[in-house]
């Protein structure tokens, strides 16, 4: 008789399956230590006793299977995320992007669009934003409206600001939004070029040649064989000499696609493609 | 006390020891780090709730420890006989075989990297062949995560409340399992370092 925690691994790879036939969604390559604790999480929610219970209700109901996406995307970031990175960004990125007439930057796994507006903030006050689009990015349709709408709780006022000062902001991050009720609103402009897009690392292809794709702690929620898809797709994507942003805990070691890249700095995992 | 916290590191075989604190935690896991045994064959995972944008070099920090120092990185293996702390603004996860994962998901109990989400890790990549530790801190952080080693048939070990800088996370530690062993630093210092794994 396996235990209970056999069982548990059982049913979660057969509910990924599951998933991956059903709706096309595919995390069978995501971590699974961060897998067990979210599908934890729908479990109590959605007050199933078992994995396989929950498989029987989503494949019959979509509404369940959304729930579940909710849980199984949950992705975390703030304006200017990692101060530092954004500076960076400043210091060795846009010098390059300013040489072209019109470049193409691709946020890949944008979530709920925070990174999108901190790129468009800090392009604008470069004066390039008018030059740019923006691909926004990620497998969660509800993410994507909410970052498409640009609403965030006023409440994350003070630390977006923070951080946008701490990377090197040249005006008030005020000038960017409308605060109404709780809510905080970022300016309309900021998206004028961005495509937001349903996109998967896990299933989908090269989708457009562009100068400079970040994907900020993505790539951890992934097991190597998909990390290295991702990569290969972000390699393939790049033009000669392109940057790649990474996760302040990401990096290219032991991945086959290391000796691809170069590094321009390290503590801010930026590299070119070579 | 001494000697009933040393047969728990004895038998049965341990694989895993993973610390925990917050206030006053980094002195107290310190002063475990000091004491580890020469011929450690287990990986230490450690993580403390420290501010998100810290600087800390773990390596430098605990550079009193008998064993080598190593902040986590994704995907890797923790290795028998090293240390291994979450990074500022991660959680820390480990899965069967000692691969790490970093994690930037939502905070658990206020904080990033939490005590919960690696000691519920921990207790599925080890069931009972982990040793949780909960030193000084003021949250309650941890305390589900060592009832999840318990439950799993590990082993939790907690600083008495009267001998932490902060007590309250030990206090919930000792709500959420009554039957942990609770231990003053020295008493736990004095067993890991007569352990002879």
Same mark, same amino acid.
């Given at each position: 008789m396996p235990t209970d925690r056999e069982l548990f691994d059982l049913e979660l790879g057969l509910l990924l399956e599951a998933i991956y036939q059903r709706y096309r969604h595919d995390f069978r390559g995501y971590s699974r230590p961060t897998l067990r604790r979210r599908l934890t999480q729908a479990l109590a929610s959605l007050q199933c006793e078992s994995l396989s219970e929950l498989q029987h209700r989503l494949l019959r109901d979509p509404a369940v299977f959304t729930r579940v996406l909710g849980y199984l995307t949950v992705q975390v970031s703030d304006i +200017?995320? &990692?101060p530092p990175f954004y500076a960076a960004l400043r210091a060795h990125v846009l010098p390059v992007l300013a040489t072209y007439p019109s470049f193409k930057l691709w946020v890949a796994g944008? @979530?709920?669009g925070e990174e999108v507006y901190s790129l468009a903030i800090l392009l604008e006050e470069a004066g390039l934003r008018e030059r740019a689009i923006i691909y926004a990015t990620d497998v969660s349709a509800s993410a994507l409206r909410t970052a498409e709408l640009g609403v965030y709780e006023l409440a994350r006022a003070q630390e977006f600001s923070r951080n946008y000062m701490e990377a @090197? @902001?040249?005006?008030?991050? #005020?000038?960017?939004y409308v605060a109404a009720y709780d809510k905080l609103g970022f300016d309309r402009r900021l998206r004028d070029n961005v495509v937001f897009s349903d996109h998967s690392l896990a299933t989908d292809h090269v989708f457009a040649e562009v100068h400079l794709i970040t994907c900020r702690n993505?790539?951890?929620? +992934? &097991?190597q064989a998909l990390k290295d898809r991702a990569l290969g797709l972000f390699h393939d994507s790049l033009v000669r000499k392109g940057f790649l942003g990474l996760g %302040?805990?990401? #990096?290219?070691? %032991? #991945?086959?696609? %290391? @000796? #691809?890249f170069t590094e321009i700095d390290r503590d801010n995992r930026l590299y070119e493609r070579t | 006390m001494s000697s009933l916290a040393l047969s728990e590191l004895r038998a049965p075989r341990l694989s895993a020891i993973v610390l925990g604190g917050s206030a006053g935690g980094i002195e107290a896991v310190g002063t475990l780090l000091a004491a580890l045994p020469e011929r450690l064959d287990v990986p230490v995972l450690v993580s403390l709730h420290i501010k998100a944008d810290s600087k800390a070099h773990w390596p430098l920090v605990f550079r009193a420890s008998r064993a080598p120092v190593f902040e986590a990185e994704d995907g890797q293996l923790a290795r028998p006989g090293a240390v291994y702390v979450a990074p500022p603004d991660y959680h820390l996860l480990v899965d069967v075989g000692s691969r790490l994962s970093l994690s930037a998901d939502e905070r658990v109990n206020m904080a990033r990297p939490s005590l919960d989400v690696m000691f519920e890790s921990a207790a599925w990549a080890y069931e009972g062949g982990v040793l949780g530790v909960i030193v000084s801190?003021?949250?309650?952080?941890g305390a589900a995560g060592l009832a999840a080693i318990r439950a799993h048939g590990g082993r939790a070990w907690v600083q008495s409340p009267e001998t932490a800088q902060a007590s309250l996370m030990p206090r919930a530690a000792i709500g959420a399992v009554p039957d942990a062993l609770v231990l003053s630093l020295g008493e736990m210092a004095a067993a890991l370092a007569s352990w002879e794994p």
């Amino acid at each position: 008789m396996p235990t209970d925690r056999e069982l548990f691994d059982l049913e979660l790879g057969l509910l990924l399956e599951a998933i991956y036939q059903r709706y096309r969604h595919d995390f069978r390559g995501y971590s699974r230590p961060t897998l067990r604790r979210r599908l934890t999480q729908a479990l109590a929610s959605l007050q199933c006793e078992s994995l396989s219970e929950l498989q029987h209700r989503l494949l019959r109901d979509p509404a369940v299977f959304t729930r579940v996406l909710g849980y199984l995307t949950v992705q975390v970031s703030d304006i +200017f995320r &990692d101060p530092p990175f954004y500076a960076a960004l400043r210091a060795h990125v846009l010098p390059v992007l300013a040489t072209y007439p019109s470049f193409k930057l691709w946020v890949a796994g944008c @979530g709920t669009g925070e990174e999108v507006y901190s790129l468009a903030i800090l392009l604008e006050e470069a004066g390039l934003r008018e030059r740019a689009i923006i691909y926004a990015t990620d497998v969660s349709a509800s993410a994507l409206r909410t970052a498409e709408l640009g609403v965030y709780e006023l409440a994350r006022a003070q630390e977006f600001s923070r951080n946008y000062m701490e990377a @090197g @902001g040249a005006r008030s991050l #005020s000038d960017y939004y409308v605060a109404a009720y709780d809510k905080l609103g970022f300016d309309r402009r900021l998206r004028d070029n961005v495509v937001f897009s349903d996109h998967s690392l896990a299933t989908d292809h090269v989708f457009a040649e562009v100068h400079l794709i970040t994907c900020r702690n993505v790539l951890i929620y +992934f &097991d190597q064989a998909l990390k290295d898809r991702a990569l290969g797709l972000f390699h393939d994507s790049l033009v000669r000499k392109g940057f790649l942003g990474l996760g %302040s805990k990401e #990096s290219l070691r %032991s #991945s086959v696609h %290391s @000796g #691809s890249f170069t590094e321009i700095d390290r503590d801010n995992r930026l590299y070119e493609r070579t | 006390m001494s000697s009933l916290a040393l047969s728990e590191l004895r038998a049965p075989r341990l694989s895993a020891i993973v610390l925990g604190g917050s206030a006053g935690g980094i002195e107290a896991v310190g002063t475990l780090l000091a004491a580890l045994p020469e011929r450690l064959d287990v990986p230490v995972l450690v993580s403390l709730h420290i501010k998100a944008d810290s600087k800390a070099h773990w390596p430098l920090v605990f550079r009193a420890s008998r064993a080598p120092v190593f902040e986590a990185e994704d995907g890797q293996l923790a290795r028998p006989g090293a240390v291994y702390v979450a990074p500022p603004d991660y959680h820390l996860l480990v899965d069967v075989g000692s691969r790490l994962s970093l994690s930037a998901d939502e905070r658990v109990n206020m904080a990033r990297p939490s005590l919960d989400v690696m000691f519920e890790s921990a207790a599925w990549a080890y069931e009972g062949g982990v040793l949780g530790v909960i030193v000084s801190g003021a949250n309650a952080d941890g305390a589900a995560g060592l009832a999840a080693i318990r439950a799993h048939g590990g082993r939790a070990w907690v600083q008495s409340p009267e001998t932490a800088q902060a007590s309250l996370m030990p206090r919930a530690a000792i709500g959420a399992v009554p039957d942990a062993l609770v231990l003053s630093l020295g008493e736990m210092a004095a067993a890991l370092a007569s352990w002879e794994p």
